[in-house]
């Protein structure tokens, strides 16, 4: 019975959350000039075990560009994130989620007060949770890798690598490299 629940929910949360996208074309532009100016970048940790294990090449990269990444992950993963990063790791639980396991009004309002010039999403599959969240926010630059309807979230999409995270990491990074 409650996978049939969660299942209803999953399909109210993805219907509500194209919905609010579903008009909103992303602008297409150049991005280069931009990304080269950009410091502050928000970057969504990936759900998944095996991609969080792989995701660390990315930050390392923004690292070595003199960007300022500001990781948003669960409140457990925050002890796997590497010391250097964790002063500027922003958490959130159970509780920052709604019945529809959407991102609540407190935890958006946390995130749109900060002043960041992207977002990057590290989730290779699909998530409706970190769709919502890019969704609400109002940024220039949006990255994040090609899935269903990808092409309402984000200004720049990169190809994953079929269940290897990371070479699709790699490509993420090699991508941003262009910039």
Same mark, same amino acid.
């Given at each position: 019975?409650n996978?049939? /629940?969660?299942t /209803?929910k999953?399909?109210?949360?993805?219907f509500?959350? @194209?919905k609010s /996208?579903r +008009?909103?074309? $992303?602008? &297409?532009?150049?991005?280069s000039?931009f990304?080269?100016k950009?410091?502050? $970048?928000?970057?969504f940790?990936p759900?998944?075990?095996?991609?969080?294990?792989?995701?660390?090449?990315?930050?390392k990269? !923004?690292e070595?560009? %003199?960007k300022?990444?500001?990781i948003f992950?669960?409140?457990?993963?925050?002890s !796997?994130i590497p010391l250097k990063y964790r002063?500027h790791v922003?958490? =959130?639980?159970? +509780?920052?989620t709604?019945?529809?396991?959407?991102a609540?009004?407190?935890?958006?309002?946390?995130?749109?007060?900060?002043?960041y010039?992207?977002?990057i *999403?590290l989730?290779? %599959?699909?998530?409706?949770?970190?769709?919502?969240l890019?969704s $609400?926010l109002? !940024?220039?630059?949006?990255? +994040?890798?090609k899935?269903n309807? &990808?092409?309402n979230?984000?200004? $720049?999409?990169? @190809?994953?690598v *079929?269940?290897?995270?990371e070479?699709?990491?790699k490509?993420? /990074?090699?991508?941003?490299?262009? =910039?």
């Amino acid at each position: 019975m409650n996978n049939i /629940v969660d299942t /209803v929910k999953k399909k109210i949360a993805e219907f509500i959350v @194209n919905k609010s /996208v579903r +008009g909103r074309k $992303i602008n &297409s532009q150049s991005f280069s000039h931009f990304y080269r100016k950009s410091f502050n $970048i928000l970057v969504f940790m990936p759900e998944d075990e095996n991609e969080f294990n792989h995701c660390f090449q990315v930050l390392k990269f !923004l690292e070595e560009t %003199k960007k300022n990444p500001f990781i948003f992950t669960h409140d457990f993963r925050v002890s !796997l994130i590497p010391l250097k990063y964790r002063p500027h790791v922003i958490e =959130f639980n159970v +509780g920052d989620t709604n019945r529809l396991n959407l991102a609540s009004k407190k935890l958006t309002d946390k995130l749109t007060k900060q002043k960041y010039h992207a977002v990057i *999403d590290l989730n290779i %599959k699909d998530n409706i949770f970190f769709s919502h969240l890019i969704s $609400i926010l109002d !940024l220039p630059l949006k990255i +994040g890798f090609k899935k269903n309807n &990808s092409d309402n979230y984000y200004n $720049i999409q990169v @190809n994953s690598v *079929d269940s290897n995270p990371e070479k699709s990491y790699k490509n993420l /990074v090699n991508c941003l490299q262009m =910039f």
